[in-house]
C-alpha cells in the first residue's frame, strides 16, 4: 500500500522543470566559459613572469616572443605574433599584447577582447 503526503501527486511542475532547466543551462555555459577564463589567466600569469624574469636573462626579442608564442598554444589562446609588442629599459622589459578569446554558447560566438600590459615599469 502506497501512502501520499498531502499534495504529493507524483508530477513534476513546471517550477521544478524550469529550475532543472535553468541548471543544465548553467552547467553547459560553465563548463564552455570556465576552463577559457582559467587557460587566459594561466597564459598572462606566464607572460608576467616572462617579463619580469627575462629582462634579467638577457633573453633577445625572438626567444620572449617565441615564449610567449608557446605559451599562447599550450593554453590554445589564438594571438597573432604581430600583436606582440616588447620594451627594454635596462634590465626591465614591458610585453604588451592584445587578442581575442572566442567562446561558442548556444549557437553562437561571443568574443572576450583582451588587451594586456606586464612588466616592472608598467604605467613608468
Not at 599550450?74 to 594571438?79: D, Q, R, S, V
Amino acid at each position: 500500500m502506497v501512502t501520499r503526503m498531502r499534495g504529493e501527486r507524483g508530477q513534476i511542475g513546471l517550477k521544478q522543470l524550469l529550475g532543472v532547466g535553468l541548471l543544465v543551462v548553467l552547467v553547459y555555459a560553465g563548463l564552455e566559459v570556465v576552463p577559457k577564463v582559467f587557460a587566459v589567466y594561466n597564459f598572462e600569469d606566464q607572460v608576467q613572469t616572462q617579463s619580469l624574469l627575462a629582462g634579467g636573462q638577457y633573453k633577445n626579442e625572438l626567444e620572449i616572443r617565441e615564449s610567449i608564442e608557446r605559451a599562447a598554444r599550450e593554453n590554445h589562446i589564438p594571438l597573432d605574433p604581430q600583436s606582440i609588442s616588447i620594451q627594454r629599459q635596462g634590465f626591465e622589459l614591458q610585453i604588451s599584447l592584445s587578442y581575442a578569446v572566442p567562446f561558442e554558447l548556444f549557437g553562437k560566438t561571443f568574443v572576450w577582447q583582451r588587451s594586456v600590459t606586464k612588466g616592472n615599469f608598467v604605467g613608468v
